[in-house]
């Protein structure tokens, strides 16, 4: 048997590193994942990821707060949070506020970089060349997809919670504009007048809908 102070040292350590944005979100669907929820199973309603997706957000939301996960922690990570200010300010001449909105009915959390005039903005700083080739080469939503789902749904739902019409991302690469001695980024529109786009956004709510419903019934299984 270990010593009592020993047992808890893990979970007081952890605890001291929640900050609000975890006790907020706890249990609540976000932007930046949902792409997992989108795809069905062979024999089930949900994929294996977005089945695991909802059993962690089953368990947290009885905890009370999102557990900490630094796994994601890279270079990449860095740079992108380093100039996503400078980004959404150079591309679109809006500043990062970080609003974030709820859709209680849906369970749904979204947290554009930016709001202004009921558009939402998400700016995206590829780490890598291979990337900033990859994301620089979209023209369109069609693309943006194909290219990134989970940056595709993750507008697409900003644009939900927020109750936007548009919604903008852009990528931005601060290696590019000092190398060619001008601004260089490459940005894309979401209008849900896009047919295309609407018929996301309302299949995005049937989705979480559903995803909501299992949830639910997770939690039941351990309070």
């Known amino acids: 048997m270990f010593p009592e102070q020993e047992q808890e040292a893990p979970l007081y350590l952890e605890q ?8 907020n979100r706890a249990g609540l669907f976000n932007a930046s994942e949902l792409a997992v929820l989108m795809q ?8 294996v990821a977005g089945e695991t997706y ?17 796994s994601h922690k890279s270079a990449a990570t860095y740079w992108g949070s380093f100039y996503e200010k400078e980004a959404i300010s150079t591309m679109f001449g809006v500043e ?28 995206k700083c590829p780490y890598t ?3 900033v080739v990859e994301y620089f080469s979209i023209v369109d939503t069609k693309g943006l997809k194909e290219a990134s789902k989970d940056y595709y749904w993750q507008v697409i739902a900003q644009m939900v919670a927020a109750d936007a ?10 290696r590019l504009t000092k190398a060619l001695g001008h601004l260089k980024f490459n940005a894309i529109v979401l209008d849900t007048s896009e047919p295309y ?3 996301d956004a309302e299949l995005l709510k ?3 809908e559903a995803a909501f419903a299992v949830l639910k019934a997770l939690r039941s299984k351990i309070i």
């Open 16 to 23: 001291q590193n929640i900050t609000n944005f975890h006790r």
């Open 40 to 47: 069905k199973g062979k024999t089930s309603e949900f994929s």
């Open 54 to 70: 909802l059993q962690r957000l089953a368990y947290e939301g009885v905890v009370g707060y999102q557990v900490p996960d630094n």
């Open 96 to 123: 990062k506020n970080e609003m974030t909105f709820f859709k209680p009915d849906l369970n749904l959390a979204a947290t554009p970089d930016g709001v202004f005039d009921n558009e939402t903005y998400e700016v």
């Open 129 to 131: 060349g291979t990337k």
């Open 165 to 174: 019409t548009c919604g903008h991302i852009g990528f931005y690469c601060p």
């Open 197 to 199: 786009v609407h018929y």
């Open 206 to 208: 049937i989705r979480l």
